[in-house]
């Protein structure tokens, strides 16, 4: 589990295509600092399996669903991205509860600078066959990751959402370089998508509807 609180920027050195894979090589100084064979590391909110650790780097496989779903199918060598080691127990949630688990992807539609803070703006897709898609498991205050960030929702309609960023995010994560058509990972409230499946299950589906 993680919580959305960013310890570093690291940035990818390696990428070796597979068969409806991909390895990469992450560089991360301070996650890797105590990490084993086996541990997970989110990488821009993914939450992966540490393989071949050294002092300031780490393996990681990606499996063909995960590119998919991600931001990371797109990633090359000097790829800058979040780092959060998993949370232990007894350690504070700084953000909130996620898993790691990406649900897809956004795209940043609007930047507006304001004097303390910036506002982004970003357009999810629809679901197939219409109708919203990930943004009906979003609200109004409510938490989302972005890039592995833990943010609070501002603003939020059919098809797109908002959130504000002050200058600690802007500087600590990647966030900061996010401009109008960047893409960028999701994960939203597990919980929503749990009340989703019992409702559908309920009604005599199982998918809501």
Not at 39 to 49: E, Q, R
Not at 103 to 132: I, K, M, N, S, Y
Not at 184 to 189: A, H, S, Y
Not at 190 to 201: D, I, P, S, T
Request: contains cysteine; proline residues 2%; aromatic residues 4%.
């Amino acid at each position: 589990m993680f919580t959305g609180i960013v310890e570093e920027i690291g940035e990818i050195v390696g990428v070796v295509g597979q068969d409806d894979a991909a390895r990469l090589r992450v560089r991360g100084p301070l996650v890797i600092s105590d990490a084993r064979p086996g541990d997970s590391i989110a990488v821009n909110g993914v939450c992966l399996t540490v393989t071949e650790p050294t002092s300031d780097e780490f393996g990681v496989d990606v499996m063909g669903e995960t590119l998919r779903r991600s931001s990371l199918a797109g990633a090359t060598a000097g790829t800058r991205v979040n780092l959060e080691r998993a949370v232990a127990a007894g350690d504070r949630l700084g953000g909130h509860i996620m898993q790691g688990h990406v649900d897809g992807t956004a795209t940043v539609v609007e930047r507006t600078e304001h004097a303390q803070w910036t506002t982004l703006r970003f357009r999810v897709a629809a679901q197939e066959g219409g109708g919203p898609g990930l943004t009906r498991y979003i609200v109004e205050k409510g938490s989302i990751a972005v890039d592995g960030v833990s943010l609070t929702v501002t603003e939020v309609d059919d098809d797109s959402f908002a959130v504000g960023l002050i200058p600690t995010t802007l500087r600590e994560t990647t966030l900061g370089e996010r401009t109008v058509g960047s893409t960028v990972n999701l994960e939203v409230d597990v919980v929503a998508k749990y009340v989703e499946r019992l409702v559908g299950f309920q009604a005599g589906t199982s998918q809501g509807k």
